[in-house]
């Protein structure tokens, strides 16, 4: 494989002395790109963007186009691709988001879900992974990403996305012994995918548990964190001579820092409820934090964005083990300027802080 020309991404999340702060947005390949759009139109709809793997590569690509100081490219594709793969029927009603053919209700019904074959079930997120990895030819490293199992199964016993989660929380208080086979079943099956995406090519991996923040504490721990701990055991650590780093990111989860901490990760992904600083001396030097601007503040002048930038930035204070990013994805309404004067301002407000 082509050597890396840029790593300060990899570097950071394993703690290790940067030039300057590395910078991503978590769904920097999306609808607030012209060239995404026109892509996504030529393509015919979303799904047909994600399994096709030139497509998938081709959106990849076009953010890192755009802006030059993009320290990491993220695999294009959906949380959803394992529950699809499980025969869930994936399909998307415009305006409404992701949905379901089939629901997951009974024990039965979880009893007999497969746990899908990376290779064959997944092989187009394989070759997608291969042939951006390829695409890239060492430009930046490359993100692999599942959603946690915890986020998984409330789309699946949902049905779709949810406000109040009432049938995935009353099957976890009911029948608890259901959950915890579907939430197994789902590690399973995390751990078999991003080990495919490492070994097509993904130089560090991020597991999104974006609905674990609306657990209780001790059902959090039970019931998602628990299952992400699994997961991480199970990863490949070390891939083509140097270290796989795992980021692990619970949307609301600033109460439990220290838990998440402690469970096997690299690093952990804030969103922008809590103060970077703060979660610094809270987790110590245990993990690197990758985060944590709201990403509606790209909805402000270039000049509030830059002030913003360098609040984050100050907050968090001198040393590596920072990723830059914004607490949850960019929004599609976002004007593309104003993405890239967040990204010129972490680099050039970051270099003071790594001396």
């Known amino acids: 494989m082509t050597a890396l020309k840029n790593d300060r991404f990899l570097r950071a999340l394993l703690k290790q002395p940067v030039d300057v702060t590395p910078v991503w947005m978590m769904r920097q390949a999306g609808r607030y790109l012209p ?38 490219a993220i695999l294009f594709s959906d949380i959803l691709t394992i529950p699809d793969a499980m025969g869930q029927g994936l399909y998307f009603e415009t305006g409404e988001g992701p949905r379901f053919k089939k629901v997951v209700s009974t024990l039965a019904d979880i009893e007999a879900l497969p746990i899908p074959d990376p290779h064959k079930d997944l092989g187009y997120v394989m070759d997608a992974v291969s042939t951006i990895r390829r695409e890239l030819n060492g430009r930046v490293p490359l993100i692999g ?39 197994d079943k789902l590690a ?17 991996v991020q597991i999104f548990d974006t609905w674990g923040g609306n657990l209780s504490a001790a059902a959090y721990q039970e019931f998602s964190l628990a299952y992400m701990r699994k997961i991480v055991s199970g990863l490949i650590r070390e891939h083509e001579g140097r270290k796989v780093p795992v980021i692990m990111f619970t949307k609301g989860g ?48 270039p000049e509030a964005i830059r002030t913003e930038v360098g609040r984050i930035l100050a907050s968090y204070g001198k040393g590596s083990g920072h990723v830059f990013n914004l607490g949850h994805g960019i929004t599609p309404e976002v004007n593309p ?16 802080y790594h001396e």
Not at 163 to 179: E, H, I, S, V
Not at 259 to 269: E, F, P, Q, R, Y
Not at 279 to 298: C, E, F, H, I, S
Request: proline fraction near 4%; charge should be negative.
């Open 35 to 72: 060239e995404y759009r026109a892509s996504r139109a030529h393509a015919g709809d979303f799904m047909s963007l994600c399994m096709n793997p030139e497509f998938a590569c081709e959106v990849t690509m076009q953010p890192l186009d755009r802006y030059p100081q993009l320290d990491a």
């Open 145 to 183: 990403f599942s959603g946690s199992p915890w986020t998984l199964a409330t789309y699946m016993v949902e049905g779709g996305s949810s406000k109040d989660f009432r049938k995935t929380k009353a099957m976890l208080y009911d029948n608890p012994q259901a959950m915890h086979l579907l939430l």
């Open 188 to 204: 399973q099956s995390v751990t078999s995918y991003l080990n495919g995406q490492i070994m097509a090519g993904a130089q560090a």
């Open 254 to 301: 600033g109460l439990w820092l220290e838990s998440i901490a402690d469970a096997g990760a690299d690093a952990l992904g804030l969103d922008w409820t809590c103060d970077i600083g703060d979660a610094r001396r809270r987790v110590g030097d245990k993990v690197a934090l990758q985060g944590n601007m709201d990403p509606t503040v790209l909805y402000a002048k």
């Open 337 to 352: 300027e104003h993405a890239g004067a967040f990204l010129r301002a972490v680099h050039e407000l970051s270099a003071q």
